[in-house]
């Protein structure tokens, strides 16, 4: 297993946090590391209440054990001062998700990572808006095009509103123009 600077923490990413532009809005101190795949996990979308209301107006990611299955995402590394926020955002607190320790294989060796899984999972198809982010940041950072493929068939709710992508959008162009 690879270490990791003092200081730091591994943080493995399959939904939203899968575009930077997502995850830096809480967490800035978030730095790419390597791609990675999470075996005997399967995606799935839902919320953690049935009918509750999210900030993505639908189903977000989480991972359920599934032996053979697999799961690619992002290894991020971030500075510890940003684990409270990132627990914050997975609504930790709130008891929306759990975090979990997971080995996660990459190019750069076996890895072991934080990442969530929500508690009292209830399916749910995602938002239009909440997929677009997950699939943005899987061509992002080139996750295998078959599982992107996998990512883009996922059917959604037909939500047409506002949602933190509005947000996101706005972080990308100001990037963009060197703001």
Same mark, same amino acid.
């Not at 075996?39 to 053979?68: C, M, Q």
């Not at 933190?164 to 060197?178: P, Y």
């Given at each position: 297993?690879? =270490? *990791?600077? #003092? +200081? %730091?923490?591994?943080?493995?990413?399959?939904?939203?946090?899968?575009?930077?532009?997502?995850?830096?809005?809480?967490?800035?101190?978030?730095?790419?590391?390597?791609?990675?795949?999470?075996?005997?996990?399967?995606?799935?979308?839902?919320?953690?209440?049935?009918?509750?209301?999210?900030?993505?107006?639908?189903?977000?990611?989480?991972?359920?054990?599934?032996?053979?299955?697999?799961?690619?995402?992002?290894?991020?590394?971030?500075?510890?001062?940003?684990?409270?926020?990132?627990?914050?955002?997975? =609504? *930790?607190? #709130? +008891? %929306?998700?759990?975090?979990?320790?997971?080995?996660?294989?990459?190019?750069?060796?076996?890895?072991?990572?934080?990442?969530?899984?929500?508690?009292?999972?209830?399916?749910?198809?995602?938002?239009?808006?909440?997929?677009?982010?997950?699939?943005?940041?899987?061509?992002?950072?080139?996750?295998?095009?078959?599982?992107?493929?996998?990512?883009?068939?996922?059917?959604?709710?037909?939500?047409?509103?506002?949602?933190?992508?509005?947000?996101?959008?706005?972080?990308?162009?100001?990037?963009?123009?060197?703001?």
């Amino acid at each position: 297993m690879s =270490g *990791v600077a #003092l +200081g %730091q923490f591994m943080y493995f990413a399959f939904g939203s946090n899968l575009l930077k532009e997502r995850l830096q809005l809480a967490n800035p101190t978030a730095t790419f590391f390597s791609t990675g795949r999470l075996k005997d996990y399967n995606l799935n979308f839902g919320l953690w209440e049935k009918n509750v209301e999210s900030a993505w107006h639908g189903g977000v990611a989480t991972i359920e054990s599934s032996p053979g299955g697999e799961v690619w995402g992002v290894i991020w590394t971030l500075s510890n001062e940003n684990l409270p926020s990132l627990d914050k955002q997975e =609504g *930790v607190s #709130l +008891g %929306q998700y759990s975090p979990l320790e997971v080995t996660v294989e990459s190019d750069q060796g076996t890895m072991l990572c934080r990442t969530y899984q929500m508690n009292n999972f209830h399916a749910c198809p995602p938002s239009p808006q909440y997929k677009e982010v997950v699939c943005l940041g899987a061509e992002q950072n080139g996750l295998p095009v078959d599982y992107l493929k996998r990512l883009e068939a996922v059917q959604t709710n037909n939500y047409s509103g506002p949602s933190l992508l509005d947000q996101i959008r706005t972080a990308m162009n100001e990037r963009s123009k060197g703001v």
